[in-house]
């Protein structure tokens, strides 16, 4: 029986090892996201604005697109062409479907590439190929750089270094996002 224990408590182990780098590309991609985004609508109306929906410096919806590229492409490692397809497949379709659902369900819109610079190839104002060619480029810069990095980080910390590093970013996020949509809810 003690044998069972230990399996199960090496797997729990390794699941938590394996989370904690998803967690740092969580955050890294509502930041990147934000940065990307402030930096845009900088060249796009010549001045900043703040973006997204939640207090501190980040999307979601980047957040999310960066550990979806993670975990579908990761093992496409060898063939950079099909990380950038997937990458804008990907996150193409992640902002479709979100733009689409907000707008359709809770009636939201949060961006409109109707009103864009460089909209060209745009598909009901929720994405464009611009985007899309930015998600892909993007995909590679996160499986190529970012990840590496954040993966030789969690070697050469300690392992609660490593733990404060990825969970407090990400609870901050995570935080952020509740704190968010609640204010979003109650005060419309």
Request: aromatic residues 18%; proline residues 3%; charged residues 15%.
């Amino acid at each position: 029986m003690k044998i069972k224990g230990a399996e199960i408590e090496e797997k729990d182990k390794k699941l938590f090892h394996d989370l904690l780098p998803i967690l740092l590309v969580f955050s890294f991609g509502g930041v990147f996201g934000f940065i990307y985004e402030e930096l845009f609508y900088l060249v796009d109306l010549g001045y900043l604005v703040k973006r997204g929906t939640t207090f501190g410096p980040w999307i979601p919806i980047y957040g999310f697109g960066a550990v979806l590229i993670i975990l579908c492409t990761k093992h496409l490692r060898k063939n950079p062409v099909t990380v950038f397809g997937m990458s804008m497949i990907l996150c193409g379709c992640i902002e479709f479907l979100t733009g689409f659902v907000l707008f359709h369900v809770l009636r939201i819109r949060l961006w409109d590439y109707n009103n864009e610079i460089l909209n060209w190839g745009n598909v009901g104002g929720y994405v464009c190929a611009r985007s899309v060619i930015f998600f892909g480029m993007s995909g590679l810069f996160l499986l190529y750089i970012v990840y590496p990095i954040i993966l030789k980080m969690q070697e050469k910390f300690s392992e609660k270094t490593f733990i404060y590093v990825s969970i407090i970013p990400a609870g901050l996020f995570g935080m952020d996002i509740v704190l968010s949509l609640l204010r979003n809810f109650f005060m419309g």
